[in-house]
């Protein structure tokens, strides 16, 4: 009998079908069986491991259950857990989103509860189990660092330490098999797998999925390329995103006409995904990391902050010019709100925003060489790599979203505290939910904490204007937060957000607010 290895998770879904991802044992087809009727795919192989993408098409109402099963023999679901259904998008568009960012895979144990607190998002899973149909969101955003592929869990550590002892890179994942171990640990908690099932997600990388201050700059690049052990593990790094993560933030439409899923149907495995991942890293521009839904009320759009950027020093932007091309086309599209997601937060606290502009600044030579180097030295220390470090591309899109004239909703992670921040012009809110489970030490709680009284901002701002930089389109203000604790988010269209913590199993919200 041919097993899952990873899933049945529910993927992309719209007001007529929906897509549902696996990885299994063996070779086999895969059959989805859903209201009377059976779809199939069969499965293609990458590095030894085999994977389907099963869409259900021209559905006309809520899917009740669903079964899975491979070359005939049931797999799904496990005995004793709720039954895994599938909601379309309501005709009415998306009522609820819920979000977040940054989950270690750590053991549940008292040990890792006191480092690393509760699993808000298996805590989650707990309660939609029993809660009612309100409470359930219709789409889960997934915002970056869903493994840590620098820093595993001592589950992972020790498959890594089986498989080849102490070599490079120590303690820190080395190629596709141990990315594979590292999804299949994230993702295969009976609770976190049940709710993976039957809750719709999208997702986008950040840095740690790759490697902390990944695509920082170009000194970085330069630095890691210097690295024996790094192109295997970008390589490693980028397939695997695509496999586990992005090919099901596409549509059924989408991956119809993706090129590199039709090699993998047809037999071209390993060879093919590197061959991509390698160029993807080498040449941004070769694919497009970045996608767009349409929710009804509302558009969707998740933005590549991490492969897409433009290192130039001198010139450096968050975007480069086809996908900041892509983005103004999408942003314009017709729709009552904007909902972006974006990995970093666009708006931080002022006093940091004026320290990234000025450490940006000082890293492109403003005030000479030795400084220079000492900046980027700062820079990648303490990880100066947000919009506001890219202060071009930051302007561009504060101008591009007040002149919209209709609400802009930006919502990230990384940062590991919660927040809400409102833009003086327009209609400009910027929703923070970090982290789901990896929390900050105490003492970096606080010098966060600093970084939201106003002495603070006057220093960031003074050591901006020193430096030469000119002032942003418009001021912010940090309305609600900053939260330290895990947390996961939900966003009520038009304009309620809620933040979300959890002690063992219980679910309870930390604030909520309107966005006005």
């Known amino acids: 009998m041919t097993?899952?290895?990873?899933?049945?998770?529910?993927?992309?879904?719209?007001?007529?079908?929906?897509?549902?991802?696996?990885?299994?044992?063996?070779?086999?087809?895969?059959?989805?069986?859903?209201?009377?009727?059976?779809?199939?795919?069969?499965?293609?192989?990458?590095?030894?491991?085999?994977?389907?993408?099963?869409?259900?098409?021209?559905?006309?109402?809520?899917?009740?259950?669903?079964?899975?099963?491979?070359?005939?023999?049931?797999?799904?679901?496990?005995?004793?857990?709720?039954?895994?259904?599938?909601?379309?998008?309501?005709?009415?568009?998306?009522?609820?989103?819920?979000?977040?960012?940054?989950?270690t895979s750590v053991p549940h144990d008292a040990f890792h509860v006191r480092t690393h607190g509760d699993d808000v998002l298996r805590a989650y899973g707990e309660h939609l189990a029993q809660a009612g149909e309100d409470e359930w969101p219709d789409l889960l955003l997934l915002l970056g660092d869903q493994v840590y592929a620098d820093s595993p869990s001592p589950d992972m550590l020790a498959f890594i330490?089986?498989?080849?002892?102490?070599?490079?890179?120590?303690?820190?994942?080395?190629?596709?098999?141990?990315?594979?171990?590292?999804?299949?640990?994230?993702?295969?908690?009976?609770?976190?797998?049940?709710?993976?099932?039957?809750?719709?997600?999208?997702?986008?990388?950040?840095?740690?999925?790759?490697?902390?201050?990944?695509?920082?700059?170009?000194?970085?690049?330069?630095q890691m390329a210097r690295t024996p052990w790094w192109q295997r593990r970008v390589v490693a790094g980028l397939g695997a995103y695509w496999v586990y993560q992005h090919l099901g933030n596409l549509s059924p439409a989408e991956r119809a006409e993706d090129p590199l899923l039709a090699q993998l149907m047809a037999g071209d495995g390993g060879a093919a995904l590197d061959a991509f991942a390698e160029k993807a890293d080498a040449e941004p521009s070769s694919n497009r990391w970045s996608y767009a839904r349409d929710l009804g009320s509302a558009l969707l759009i998740m933005v590549d902050t991490r492969c897409a950027r433009q290192l130039t020093p001198g010139d450096r932007r968050m975007l480069d010019a086809e996908e900041w091309?892509?983005?103004?086309?999408?942003?314009?599209?017709?729709?009552?709100?904007?909902?972006?997601?974006?990995?970093?937060?666009?708006?931080?606290?002022?006093?940091?925003?004026?320290?990234?502009?000025?450490?940006?600044?000082?890293?492109?030579g403003k005030w000479g060489p030795l400084v220079r180097r000492w900046s980027e030295t700062f820079r990648q220390a303490i990880d100066l790599e947000h919009w506001a470090a890219f202060r071009r591309s930051f302007e561009d899109l504060a101008r591009l979203l007040v002149a919209l004239g209709k609400p802009a909703y930006i919502l990230s992670g990384d940062v590991h505290y919660s927040y809400l921040a409102k833009a003086d012009r327009g209609q400009?809110?910027?929703?923070?939910?970090?982290?789901?489970?990896?929390?900050?030490?105490?003492?970096?709680?606080?010098?966060?904490?600093?970084?939201?009284?106003?002495?603070?901002?006057?220093?960031?701002?003074?050591?901006?204007?020193?430096?030469?930089?000119?002032?942003?389109?418009?001021?912010?203000?940090?309305?609600?937060?900053?939260?330290?604790?895990?947390?996961?988010?939900?966003?009520?269209?038009?304009?309620?957000?809620?933040?979300?913590?959890?002690?063992?199993?219980?679910?309870?919200?930390?604030?909520?607010?309107?966005?006005?």
């Open 161 to 222: 330490r089986s498989r080849r002892g102490d070599t490079e890179p120590q303690g820190e994942i080395a190629d596709f098999e141990e990315y594979a171990e590292l999804y299949r640990q994230a993702w295969t908690e009976t609770e976190i797998r049940w709710l993976l099932s039957t809750v719709p997600t999208a997702m986008i990388f950040d840095d740690h999925d790759l490697r902390d201050d990944w695509n920082t700059s170009q000194p970085w690049r330069e």
């Open 325 to 364: 091309a892509w983005l103004e086309e999408e942003v314009r599209k017709p729709a009552e709100r904007l909902i972006i997601g974006s990995s970093i937060p666009f708006l931080l606290p002022e006093g940091v925003h004026g320290v990234q502009n000025w450490n940006e600044a000082l890293a492109d």
């Open 428 to 516: 400009v809110f910027q929703l923070v939910c970090s982290p789901i489970r990896n929390p900050l030490s105490r003492m970096l709680r606080w010098a966060n904490v600093f970084t939201q009284f106003s002495i603070a901002t006057l220093v960031g701002s003074l050591l901006a204007r020193l430096a030469g930089v000119p002032r942003p389109p418009f001021r912010w203000r940090i309305t609600k937060g900053p939260w330290f604790q895990n947390a996961l988010a939900t966003l009520d269209l038009p304009n309620t957000v809620t933040w979300y913590g959890s002690t063992g199993e219980v679910v309870a919200p930390i604030d909520t607010t309107e966005l006005r």
């Open 3 to 103: 097993a899952l290895v990873v899933g049945p998770m529910l993927r992309y879904v719209d007001s007529v079908s929906a897509s549902i991802w696996v990885e299994t044992a063996e070779p086999c087809t895969v059959a989805v069986e859903a209201d009377g009727r059976t779809y199939r795919s069969p499965t293609f192989t990458v590095h030894g491991h085999h994977y389907a993408i099963v869409d259900l098409v021209e559905l006309s109402q809520d899917i009740a259950s669903y079964t899975v099963s491979c070359d005939g023999e049931q797999v799904w679901p496990p005995a004793g857990r709720p039954p895994s259904r599938i909601r379309l998008l309501p005709a009415a568009g998306v009522r609820r989103l819920a979000f977040g960012s940054c989950r």
